[in-house]
């Protein structure tokens, strides 16, 4: 990792494992590193495994990034059943432009059902309550043909970007394409390119390498054009000409 802190000046992790209780750790040596580090603690699933997701972002000291959601916990105390369950959601500054992060660790096996649709709910609120240019990233555990057939991309908007792998994570026979990125349609302009990267030091999954420009460009945006209200004009007012029907009412009263 330190050969690559002054490459990589973000980080994104999407399934950690680790707990409340061993953040302080990690902490003290994302600090040696000279990185600062934005937590999402995992959460206890009561089967053997012991707990599940962990997202995380690691950004360059330097780098001005901060997290969004207001139920992060804070000086690492533990984070359950609160909005940000599943996912860690940062804003991070670029020269001209913000870019909206989010990190997302989907439950295994389960699909779009039960407690992934809430988390999936959750997200999808977040992300269309802003109005920034976006990035989603990570381990849906969803395959990317399966998502695009759900609700969710057409409610976010945005688009699918696998990497045109085939497989991205090598568990059971045939392997399965559920690490991936998508991409809300104001955010293109400053990708420049997601690229696989297979040697990691992490066993079944890949990750990704996400080049993104640091110094925002003239952004081309829809906005909704409405008509100008016609002016208020009062009417003049008509006197009756004399042998008009109007003229011969007003003598009768």
């Known amino acids: 990792m330190s050969e690559n802190v002054d490459r990589h000046q973000v980080w994104a992790f999407a399934e950690t494992h680790v707990a409340a209780e061993g953040a302080r750790l990690w902490h003290k040596e994302a600090q040696a590193l000279g990185l600062r580090l934005l937590p999402n603690h995992a959460r206890p699933t009561g089967?053997?495994?012991?707990?599940e997701g962990g997202e995380w972002f690691l950004g360059a000291a330097h780098r001005q990034f901060h997290s969004l959601a207001a139920a992060q916990h804070r000086g690492f105390k533990a984070c359950r059943g609160t909005a940000c369950d599943g996912f860690c959601a940062s804003v991070v500054h670029f020269r001209g432009y913000s870019l909206v992060t989010i990190v997302l660790y989907g439950i295994s096996s389960i699909g779009m059902t039960g407690d992934n649709l809430i988390r999936y709910h959750k997200l999808g609120a977040l992300v269309r309550a802003l109005q920034l240019p976006r990035l989603i990233l990570g381990d849906f555990n969803?395959?990317?043909?399966?998502?695009?057939?759900?609700?969710?991309?057409?409610?976010?908007?945005?688009?699918?970007?696998?990497?045109?792998?085939?497989?991205?994570?090598?568990?059971?026979?045939?392997?399965?394409?559920?690490?991936?990125?998508t991409a809300s349609h104001n955010c293109l302009p400053f990708l420049i390119a997601l690229t696989p990267v297979v040697q990691v030091p992490w066993k079944t999954h890949i990750g990704f390498e996400i080049r993104i420009r640091c110094a925002g460009t003239q952004l081309l945006v829809r906005n909704l054009e409405v008509p100008a209200k016609l002016p208020q004009v009062c009417r003049p007012r008509m006197e009756a000409q004399p042998g008009s029907k109007s003229s011969e009412s007003k003598k009768k009263h």
């Open 142 to 181: 969803i395959p990317a043909k399966t998502l695009a057939k759900t609700d969710f991309i057409s409610k976010i908007g945005g688009t699918i970007f696998t990497g045109d792998l085939v497989t991205t994570c090598t568990a059971g026979r045939e392997g399965s394409l559920i690490d991936y990125a």
């Open 47 to 51: 089967q053997a495994q012991g707990n």
